[in-house]
């Protein structure tokens, strides 16, 4: 990739010398460069300048991770802590960690947690051991469970879908959850009392992941 884009800069580059050779000899508005459309045809080329060049440990999570009209109706973010919560104690080790509650009506209704990762395996290992975690799709035992693959978040993403029923021990929930791979970053979010991939789940998915671009993808 880098190879392409010095070819390119440099085919761009011999391009604009003849143009200024021609336009030395035929003056015209229209042919004249000037530094700024030098660089803005420069910029076409060269990556992007956006890209996050910080160390992962260092990377600043909170400020991204719940903005304005984010959440369903009713639900707000709540503490946040710099350490994911213990269900995810199997995965690998990380660099960097965060995870902030939603609240509801002054409950705590589930959470999002992202967690950073230098190395491309340990980003597949955790992905796997969380989509593992969900299980599969059924309804046995009083616990109904629905599991999706979703291609429009990240780079890759699964929900499933959680109802639990259980009348002699007086159980009764639901609840959604949601991961998604974005470079180095594995996300995890999950509302509680909810039982349905609604549309403002995935769509705060969508913004949350394009949010993460400028910050860990490299």
Do not use: W
């Amino acid at each position: 990739m880098k190879n392409l884009q010095s070819r390119q800069v440099i085919g761009l580059m011999l391009t604009i010398l003849i143009l200024m050779a021609f336009t030395a000899l035929i003056p015209s508005p229209a042919l004249t460069l000037t530094s700024t459309s030098i660089s803005s045809l420069i910029r076409v080329v060269t990556p992007n300048a956006t890209q996050a060049t910080s160390p992962l440990s260092k990377v600043d999570l909170e400020p991204i991770l719940i903005m304005p009209s984010d959440l369903p109706s009713g639900y707000s973010g709540a503490q946040v802590r710099n350490h994911a919560p213990e269900m995810f104690r199997n995965a690998p080790k990380a660099e960097n960690e965060i995870y902030q509650q939603f609240q509801k009506g002054g409950e705590t209704v589930g959470g999002v947690t992202v967690l950073l990762y230098e190395s491309s395996e340990d980003v597949e290992r955790a992905y796997s051991i969380i989509v593992d975690g969900f299980g599969e799709s059924g309804n046995k035992s009083g616990i109904k469970s629905e599991v999706r693959t979703l291609s429009d978040i990240g780079e890759k993403a699964v929900a499933v879908m959680t109802e639990v029923n259980i009348k002699e021990l007086g159980l009764s929930s639901k609840h959604a959850d949601l991961v998604f791979v974005r470079c180095h970053a594995v996300v995890h979010i999950r509302f509680s009392d909810i039982f349905d991939m609604d549309i403002s789940i995935t769509s705060y998915a969508n913004r949350l992941s394009k949010r993460l671009i400028t910050l860990v993808c490299r």
